[in-house]
């Protein structure tokens, strides 16, 4: 197995306005996107798991031309209110890091 760090060329999370943080997995070349894509791992019941989010709610494409997936979800508290800890949702993509694929 192999961690989803070891294969994705850019793994990030931003700020999707004010209220929900998308998520980019993209990879160098297709031959290790199409890998991967075919694991199944990466999906919508994956970012519901990590981030606790109610798989519905989650919103989730593979862009086969640009060998990336994105997913978005609601951010708890909305960027910049008291008690957010991340104002730009740049910190949020760790859980991902370790995610195994087993390619």
Same mark, same amino acid.
Request: aromatic share 10%.
């Given at each position: 197995?192999? $961690? &989803?760090?070891? &294969?994705?060329?850019?793994?990030?999370?931003?700020?999707?306005?004010?209220?929900? =943080?998308? +998520?980019? =997995?993209?990879?160098?070349? $297709? /031959? %290790?996107? /199409?890998? *991967?894509?075919?694991?199944?791992? =990466?999906?919508? /019941?994956? +970012?519901?798991?990590?981030?606790?989010?109610?798989?519905?709610?989650? &919103? +989730?494409?593979?862009?086969?031309?640009?060998?990336? +997936?994105?997913? %978005?979800?609601?951010?708890?508290?909305?960027?910049?209110? *008291?008690?957010?800890?991340?104002?730009?949702?740049?910190?949020?993509?760790?859980? &991902?890091?370790?995610? /195994?694929?087993?390619?």
């Amino acid at each position: 197995m192999a $961690k &989803l760090k070891d &294969l994705a060329s850019v793994l990030r999370s931003k700020n999707a306005g004010a209220f929900q =943080i998308t +998520f980019d =997995i993209m990879f160098a070349d $297709k /031959e %290790t996107y /199409e890998k *991967v894509k075919r694991t199944g791992v =990466i999906n919508r /019941e994956l +970012f519901a798991r990590l981030y606790q989010t109610p798989v519905e709610q989650v &919103l +989730f494409t593979d862009y086969d031309a640009a060998y990336a +997936f994105k997913g %978005t979800i609601p951010r708890r508290v909305s960027s910049g209110d *008291v008690g957010d800890t991340d104002v730009y949702g740049a910190q949020q993509h760790a859980p &991902l890091l370790d995610v /195994e694929v087993p390619v």
